[in-house]
C-alpha cells in the first residue's frame, strides 16, 4: 500500500471507527417547546440520512489491500479508492437499514420510521417529558446512534442549556479529528446517501414562556404575550450550531 493511500485510510476511516452508521438530517422541521415549569416537548419530522461507515471501512480497506499488490509493480500509478457499493453489497445495506428503522420504531417518541431506499430514512418523532436530566436526539445505543443532533442540559438549578450541533455544517472537530476526515469524505462516492454531507435544509424553532437569556440567531426572538419564539433556518452551509439559554423553575 503507498503511503498517501494508507494516510488517506486512516484519515478517513480511523476516527469513526466506533460508529456502526453516520446520520445526517436531510429535509425536516424540528421543535423544541421548552416551559418555565421544566415540561418540555421535541419534534422532528423528516429526513433522515445515512452514511454506512462500516461498509466504508470494508471498500477502503479492500482498496488498500488491491494498492498493495500493485505496489510491486514501479509503473503502476496509485487510484482513488472506489467506495461505490456493487448490487450484492448495496442490497445487503438495504436490508440492515430496514431492520435499522424497525428497531427504532419501538423506541419511545418514534411514531413513524420508515426506509425509502439510497440511505434516506423518513422520521416522525415526538416526545414530552420534565427536564430533570439533559435530554438528547437522536441517540441509541445498540444500534450505533451515537452523535447527537441536539443536545439539552440542565445547568445547575434553574438554566437550560441547548445546542443543536447536528442542525449546522458537519463538523466533528471537538471528536478525535473528524471533522477533516468527513471533509475529505464528500469528495468520494459515499456508500448510501450521497447527499448526506449536502443535503440539510430545514428549520429549528425554539419555544419557550421561561426567561430566554441568551441565544444566537441575528433575527432574535419573536413575542407573543409571555411566549419568545426563534426560528433557525439551517442548511449545509450554516456555519453555527443554533444555541440558547433558558432560566426556568428552580429545582428544589
Known sequence: MTRW?????????APLALAG????????????????????????????????????????MQAGMAEGAKAKDPKAEPKMPDLKLNPEEKAKQDENFRKLAAELAKETGYRTVEYRGEGVFYVDYQISGVLSHA??????????????????????????????????????????????????????????????????????????????????NEDGATTTGTTRTVVWKVNSNTPDAPMASIRVRPTP
Open 21 to 60: 452508521c453516520l446520520f445526517f438530517p436531510g429535509k425536516f422541521e424540528s421543535t423544541l417547546t421548552i416551559h418555565a415549569d421544566r415540561s418540555f416537548t421535541y419534534s422532528y419530522k423528516g429526513e433522515v440520512l445515512a452514511v454506512d461507515i462500516e461498509s466504508l471501512m470494508g471498500k477502503a
Open 5 to 13: 493511500l494508507r494516510a488517506l485510510i486512516l484519515a478517513l476511516i
Open 135 to 216: 435530554f438528547t436526539f437522536p441517540y441509541n445505543y445498540d444500534n450505533h446512534v451515537l452523535l447527537p443532533w441536539l443536545l439539552v442540559e440542565v445547568r445547575g438549578k434553574d438554566v437550560v442549556r441547548i445546542k443543536a450541533p447536528g442542525f449546522a455544517r458537519p463538523d466533528m472537530g471537538g471528536m478525535g479529528g473528524m471533522s477533516s476526515g468527513m471533509g475529505a469524505m464528500g469528495a468520494f462516492p459515499m456508500p448510501g446517501a450521497e447527499n448526506a454531507f449536502t443535503g440539510m435544509d430545514g428549520t429549528f424553532t425554539l419555544i419557550t414562556d421561561g426567561e430566554l437569556l441568551s441565544q444566537n
